[in-house]
């Protein structure tokens, strides 16, 4: 089935390690989203990326990073994790940036302690 | 923070009824969506209504826009068992991306 595939499904991690978490999808899309999601705070965007080989700051970069190498691929890394971003974890995409429908992944659960 | 917020927060109601949910939001927008999410699952796209169209349909979905009061509403007709799940609006304009309401849980009994 064509969508996104988020890895890990879920993860525990102690404070000051290094995290990816993958996000690849199949539908050929140029736009893609990183968000966080937590309890009555609904869902913030971190990092998006227009197309292949650009990428910007939504509203709480800080403490994460992306990149965009290909169409397909889209990690987010939290290079060093503290317990504040313990959250989870949704990857998304669009056929173009800021318009139509958006796909999501299922999610990645990151406990940081 | 330019998030949205959905009111109310959460929802009970017996299944047939019907289930109204409202979003406001702050800024100018190209348009709205409305979104479901179901318990420990990503999100999934219900709807999407321009910033020039006032109402729209779609199955058991009725949805509203009135952009001078910045707010929509999403009408379930006739909910069911399995409509229990969180709904989420988000917006979109030129400058800011997909901005996403605060979501209300809903809760269809049996």
């Known amino acids: 089935i064509a969508g996104i595939t988020q890895a890990p499904t879920s993860q525990i991690l102690a404070a000051g390690r290094r995290m990816t978490l993958r996000c690849t999808q199949d539908?050929?899309?140029?736009?893609m989203y990183w968000y966080r999601q937590d309890l009555g705070l609904g869902l913030r965007l971190i990092h998006y990326?227009?197309?292949?080989?650009?990428?910007g700051k939504g509203e709480v970069p800080d403490g994460y990073s992306v990149s965009r190498a290909n169409t397909d691929d889209f990690p987010l890394t939290l290079a060093s994790a503290v317990p504040s971003q313990t959250s989870v974890y949704f990857c998304?995409?669009?056929?173009?940036?800021?318009?139509?429908?958006?796909?999501f992944g299922e999610g990645s659960r990151l406990t940081v302690l | 923070s330019q998030q949205g917020e959905e009111d109310p927060q959460a929802l009970s109601i017996q299944e047939g009824e019907n289930a109204t949910m409202n979003c406001s939001y702050k800024?100018?927008?190209?348009?709205l969506q409305w979104y479901r999410q179901n318990s420990g699952r990503g999100l999934v796209h219900l709807i999407l209504?321009?910033?020039?169209?006032r109402e729209k349909h779609s199955g058991r979905l009725r949805v509203t826009l009135d952009t001078s009061k910045k707010s929509s509403s999403l009408l379930i007709t006739a909910s069911r068992a399995a409509d229990t799940a969180s709904y989420f609006c988000?917006?979109?304009?030129?400058?800011?991306?997909?901005?996403f309401g605060t979501g209300t849980r809903l809760k269809v009994l049996a």
């Open positions: 998304a995409s669009s056929e173009m940036m800021n318009t139509g429908e958006l796909f």
């Open positions: 539908m050929r899309h140029n736009a």
């Open positions: 990326s227009n197309t292949a080989g650009t990428t």
């Open positions: 800024t100018s927008i190209n348009n």
């Open positions: 209504i321009r910033s020039n169209e």
């Open positions: 988000a917006t979109t304009s030129g400058t800011y991306k997909y901005i």
